[in-house]
């Protein structure tokens, strides 16, 4: 079994508040002058309690490496580019519906130094907090076929493998816009049996 001490960019996260909520806090793409390089993609999902009840007003903010899997962060020396026009980090709060949506790249995988040839599958890390919340709520979300998860101590340290999958995205057509970018589906369960998988 492999120990997991969380890398500081695995922990730190833009935690910005509900403040003032700018336009393009949700489109990851649309921050710099110029567009990131890689895979434009849109997330969106809905945030429901235990009952199937949609919870509005989550402030939701994601963080994610760039397309070359380098996060915009001092702490990250892995030896891919960064990318002046990609910060990665957005917010964003669910609608009257529960529905959230982000615009952004997708994240290449990266090095973690945790075992031999340690790569993390691509992920965005989620944090929600609103009035249903007691404490903040941090997890990560992944994209489908991910080559890596047999190998990530970190989403097998999520014993059931029912739970495990609803850490996976799904991809889909009607997020999916024509001739722009590839949709993808993450819904988020608080509580209950269905409930999506946090970290401690
Ligand atoms: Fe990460």
């Not at 892995?78 to 990318?83: K, N, R």
Request: net charge negative; aromatic share 12%; hydrophobic share 40%.
């Amino acid at each position: 079994m492999i120990v997991l001490p969380h890398t500081l960019s695995e922990i730190t996260g833009p935690v910005c508040g509900q403040g003032d909520i700018a336009e393009t806090d949700n489109d990851l793409t649309r921050q710099h002058p110029a567009a990131p390089q890689g895979e434009r993609i849109i997330v969106r999902g809905q945030v429901l309690d235990d009952g199937g009840r949609p919870l509005r007003k989550t402030l939701i903010e994601v963080w994610q490496a760039n397309a070359a899997g380098r996060y915009f962060h001092d702490n990250d020396n892995h030896a891919a580019p960064l990318d002046p026009n990609f910060t990665g980090a957005g917010r964003t709060l669910t609608d009257e519906h529960g529905f959230y949506e982000f615009v952004t790249i997708r994240p290449g995988a990266y090095p973690w130094r945790n075992h031999e040839s340690a790569w993390r599958p691509a992920h965005i890390h989620f944090s929600l907090f609103g009035p249903a919340f007691a404490t903040r709520l941090v997890t990560q979300m992944y994209f489908p076929g991910d080559p890596l998860f047999a190998r990530d101590p970190i989403f097998q340290s999520i014993p059931d493998e029912r739970a495990r999958e609803r850490l996976i995205a799904k991809f889909d057509f009607d997020i999916t816009k024509p001739e722009w970018a590839l949709g993808f589906r993450f819904d988020i369960v608080l509580r209950g049996r269905e409930a999506t998988p946090f970290e401690d």
